[in-house]
């Protein structure tokens, strides 16, 4: 099992070991582009593992802070009380990245920057890079993506 998500075409790719596609999904990666500095709200590139899973069994549009779910759920209401948040939603799947000096350790490291696949309210845009560096997915395409792989699953961002 793999993941690869493609930057320019704002997509995931769910394969199989022997590289065949068995899920295409719509994401949404950083605002500010592809980057692996630490502050730079960029999204990081090259190759990194699923670190930690976060959030089996809750709800959808359940809202997490500082990966733990808040007990809330989100509703439109509550987006408009706080406008322009980036939430985090549903599930966390946390990358680490593969490649020291690049996206691992120092002041690239994606793990302490706390890149992560998560769930977006569903009146945010998929196709179009409107993070703050980590990568968005719908919460139901998040829910099948989280089931379907394991801790250490190999993820590799693509400019």
């Given at each position: 099992?793999?993941?690869?998500?493609?930057?320019?075409?704002?997509?995931?790719?769910l394969c199989d070991d022997?590289?065949?596609?068995?899920?295409?999904?719509?994401?949404?990666?950083?605002?500010?582009?592809?980057?692996?500095?630490?502050?730079?709200?960029?999204?990081?590139?090259?190759?990194?593992?699923?670190?930690?899973?976060?959030?089996?069994?809750?709800?959808?549009?359940?809202?997490?802070?500082?990966?733990?779910?808040?007990?809330?759920?989100?509703?439109?209401?509550?987006?408009?009380?706080?406008?322009?948040?980036?939430?985090?939603?549903?599930?966390?799947?946390?990358?680490?990245?593969?490649?020291?000096?690049?996206?691992?350790?120092?002041?690239?490291?994606?793990?302490?920057?706390?890149?992560?696949?998560?769930?977006?309210?569903?009146?945010?845009?998929?196709?179009?890079?409107?993070?703050?560096?980590?990568?968005?997915?719908?919460?139901?395409?998040?829910?099948?993506?989280?089931?379907?792989?394991?801790?250490?699953?190999?993820?590799?961002?693509?400019?």
């Open positions: 099992m793999k993941i690869n998500i493609y930057l320019s075409s704002q997509s995931l790719e022997a590289g065949r596609v068995l899920g295409s999904y719509t994401v949404s990666t950083s605002e500010k582009g592809a980057g692996e500095i630490s502050g730079s709200m960029q999204t990081p590139r090259g190759k990194h593992v699923i670190r930690a899973k976060i959030g089996e069994g809750c709800p959808e549009n359940a809202v997490f802070r500082g990966r733990r779910p808040t007990g809330e759920i989100y509703t439109d209401e509550l987006g408009a009380r706080f406008p322009g948040k980036d939430w985090i939603l549903t599930r966390i799947l946390w990358l680490s990245g593969c490649e020291l000096g690049y996206n691992r350790l120092g002041n690239c490291d994606t793990m302490r920057r706390y890149i992560y696949i998560h769930g977006t309210p569903e009146s945010e845009p998929m196709g179009t890079p409107k993070s703050h560096g980590c990568i968005r997915m719908r919460n139901a395409d998040l829910v099948a993506l989280f089931a379907a792989v394991p801790v250490g699953t190999p993820v590799e961002i693509f400019e």
